[in-house]
């Protein structure tokens, strides 16, 4: 994958507020859910560079993830197929398939079912 480059796949809802920087890449599945003000960063400063040099690293977000409200995700993390990521939590190494973490910095807490069958659709806050 490219600079600058994001991809989303099907029935996957990205609720307001959002922040997903494309800068580094960033690849979403199919039937994700991220909740309000999340923010997924892809690129970040080397802090330890004479230059304040940038670094990009690519998130990969697996198929049928919940990331739940004003979660972070850290540039290079790959959230594995199924997890779940609590509110407020800053993932920053790889999440397991099918775990749920929680916490700054995240940590699992627990695990999801394997057995996942539904297809998001999207349902607007006001009708």
């Not at 099907?10 to 994700?32: A, E, F, S, Y």
Request: contains cysteine; aromatic residues 8%.
């Amino acid at each position: 994958m490219g600079r600058f480059a994001i991809s989303i796949g099907k029935n996957t809802i990205i609720n307001k507020n959002c922040l997903i920087d494309g800068r580094g890449g960033c690849v979403i599945g199919n039937n994700v859910d991220i909740a309000q003000d999340t923010f997924i960063w892809s690129e970040q400063h080397d802090y330890n560079s004479p230059d304040y040099d940038t670094v990009d690293k690519t998130v990969v977000i697996e198929d049928n993830v919940w990331i739940a409200s004003r979660a972070t995700i850290l540039p290079g993390v790959r959230i594995g197929k199924g997890a779940v990521v609590a509110c407020g939590s800053v993932v920053t190494k790889d999440v397991p398939p099918f775990t749920v973490v929680a916490g700054v910095p995240a940590k699992a807490i627990g695990n999801r079912t394997t057995d996942l069958h539904y297809k998001l659709k999207y349902n607007s806050w006001f009708r």
